[in-house]
Every structure is written in structure tokens, then in C-alpha cells.
């Protein structure tokens, strides 16, 4: 099976290069860009959240979604933008996983913006500790270890 | 852990997918499988679960496999294959409720349950996603059980055949005295996944090998001596050619005459040679009078 995720179509890395320059000229207006190197590094790490999380992707990807969901964000300084995109990539998928497939891209994308934005303050530990993790685990029914709920 | 060219070689050449001779390598097929993500998320996912892909292309390559050949493109491939498998499905349903309604289960609660059960397959069988799919539980033994490297519908064609088979032949026989038969020789048959098949067919083919040949829906006696007369001397190739001319014989007096029943026999019989020699002279006639082959 992790073939699959290994060799994917061809140039799967190619495509996630080309999907973050395209981001590039959506978010430039928004005083946000990736670097040559950022760009490499975070199609590098995507292939690998990929295969950690024991995913394939198909057709577009997700970069786009997130890239246009987060550019207006009052909480990314341009400085942190690729750090904090990449990190955004792997909750997202990290969260489709522990959801149960449970959950769309767009509404997903939606609801880390809406708590990244809001509860969260731009905190992506609180994003990922808390929010995200309480909320996969209320779309897989309550599945969980014992006590996580008496411990929020 | 197989590596890319494994997968992506030449067409022949290690391709993974390749029913039937024809090569299809990932690249080829990966298309295909994008789409059916795309189909199956609703356009809502850009990525599944590995597992998922893989089931995926599982039922794309079952389904290439059934389409035949002179399609102009994969993608239509993949249609005829689907229509076919459907198809199949359709008439694999005809079979389906003309065994049910003419099932004799003689008591098994497994084999009546294991029919009822089948009928999910016809409701849950998942031709457009997972046609390698088998959505029912199948806990009735066949005398020949069928390969597991059989999927989706072609798996319980081929179960369904099998157990047709078997009813037709224990139908031969009065209710009464297969009954009492397995009731004295397997006291548990009735709550157990047991084959009663395989009593009857043994108590059938051990009276034809010993000259007593089913009349009138008797299961016929065991004739010990004859029995030994027949088959005692014999070993290795010449006892299994011997049991299976003694099938031959038992299928053309009960009148049985489809190739693939007295086949799909005949097999079988060959493989009780070893239980059959293991017996000796003094232990084969219980063998067969009690169906413990």
C-alpha cells in the first residue's frame, strides 16, 4: 500500500512545486510569498506528511485551498508565512485521518480559519492541541482515550 | 518492499497489474484511480487513506480484467468491465434464488443461514468502488473450497455453483435417510460448520465401489469385502483413478450429468485417496459406510 503513496503519479513533488509558485501570485498582494528554497522545502515536507499520516493525494491538492483560506489572516506576519503554512499541511491532514474521513477539504480549511482567527489567536499549539483534536474526535462519535473529556 | 520499477516496468515486465496477460503499469492506471477518488470523496477530498486508494485500484483492475478487449481507452475499459461484472451479478441472482428455493438443508442451520446470508451480497455488492468486494459472511463449508484469490462477484459465482452442485446430489437421496445419517455419524451437524455433503457422498460412493448401487433414493449399504476387493490394493494414483471412475459411475446411476458437477466431484474424490489408503482393509468400509473420509 505505502507504494502507492511512493510513487504516486509521476511528479508528485513537481506538482506541489508548481501548485505553491501559482500561491505565490495569489498571496502576493497580501504582502505574503515563499521563497525558491521555502517552496522546495515545503513540497519536500509534503510528501513526507504524506507518508506519515498514510495518505495519497489526487488532483490538485490542497496548497491552493490553504494558501487562499489563510492569506488575509491578521495572525501570519510575512516572516512566518512558510513555517506556518506547513504546519497548517500537516494538521490538515493529520485531522482528515483522525476525523474518520468524516469531513470535507473546504470544511475543514474553513473551520482551522475560523479557530485560527478566533479562538486560537493565531496560536497554531492551540489550533493543533486543543481545537483540532477535540473536534476530530467528537466527528468520530467520541472515540477517544478515557478522561480526554474530563480533562478539557 | 517492492520498489517503483516493480510497478512501473515495461508492459509484461513485473507491471502489477496484469489480469490476463495485458500489462497496465500505475502510470497508466493512475488516472483511472484519480477519478474514481474523485467519485467516491463526491469531489470533496483531495486525498484518501492509503488503504482506500488501494481498495480502489483493486476494484479498477478487477473490473479491467472483466472488460475484454478492444476498448479504445482505459476508461472505457473500465465501463465494460463494470457493465459486465454487472452483468454477472444479474445472472449470478438467478442462480442465487433458484438454489434457495430448492435448498435442502436437511437441518444445518449453517447452510440454511449461509443462503439467507448470501442474499446481502446482492444488496451491498459495490460494483462502481469495490467490486473485489464480498458483503456477507460465509460460514457454510464446501466439499472443494473456492480460492480465495477469487473476488467480488466471481467469488460467489463460483460458491454458489459449488453449493448447487452439492444439493443436487444429496437431493438424490430420501430427506429421511440423509437425515439419519448425519444425525448417527455427526450428532453436532445441525449448529456446526459441517459439510453434509461430504457424509453422503461418502456413504454413496462407498456403496458404489462395493457393487451396491443407489436405488429408488436409498443411500445404499457398504459391502465391506467388495469394497476391499476393489480398492485395498491400490495406491497413489491408481486408488484416486479408482474413486474417481467409482464417482463417475455413482453420478451416471443418479442420473447427474453436467460436467462441471461430476468434475467438481471427481476432484474430490481423488483426494481421499490418502484418508482411504491411511485406513487400511480393516478401517475403509467404516470410512465410507460413516462418511468419515
Known sequence: ?152 | MRNKEQYLGKAGEGALFNPGGAGWGMEALWPLLERQVALYTGGESSSVPLETAAALMESVVLCLGAAGGGHPSLAAALRAGQRALWQKTEETRTLYLRLRAALRPSGSQILRGTVEEIGNFFIWYDIRFFAQSIPCMIDYPLLRPVSEEEKGVHFITEYLCRMDWENRFCRCFKEGEVRALLERERPDYQTLPLNICEVVFARALGGVLSDKDPVGGALPGVDPDALAARIVALDGEALAQALQRGTARLCNRLRLWGTGLRGYFGAYAATLAVRVQSAGENGVARLFAAGQL
Not at chain 1, 490538485?60 to 504546519?87: M, N
Not at chain 1, 466527528?139 to 482515550?145: P, T
Open chain 1, 1 to 152: 500500500m505505502k507504494e502507492l503513496a511512493a510513487i504516486g503519479p509521476a511528479g508528485q513533488g513537481e506538482r506541489s512545486l508548481r501548485q505553491l509558485a501559482v500561491c505565490n501570485e495569489m498571496t502576493a498582494s497580501f504582502g505574503l510569498t515563499l521563497s525558491g528554497e521555502e517552496i522546495t522545502a515545503l513540497a519536500l515536507r509534503h510528501t513526507e506528511v504524506l507518508r506519515e499520516t498514510g495518505r495519497v493525494e489526487f488532483g490538485e491538492g490542497i496548497w491552493k485551498k490553504l494558501a487562499f483560506a489563510f492569506c488575509d489572516s491578521p495572525h501570519i506576519p510575512p516572516r512566518e508565512y512558510a513555517p506556518t503554512l506547513g504546519e497548517l499541511m500537516e494538521m490538515f491532514y493529520e485531522c482528515k485521518g483522525d476525523s474518520g474521513e468524516r469531513i470535507s477539504d473546504d470544511e475543514l480549511i474553513a473551520y482551522m480559519k475560523d479557530a485560527f482567527d478566533g479562538p486560537c489567536q493565531g496560536s497554531l499549539d492551540y489550533l493543533r492541541g486543543t481545537l483540532l483534536a477535540g473536534w476530530s474526535r467528537r466527528l468520530r462519535g467520541g472515540e477517544g482515550e478515557a478522561g480526554e473529556e474530563d480533562e478539557e
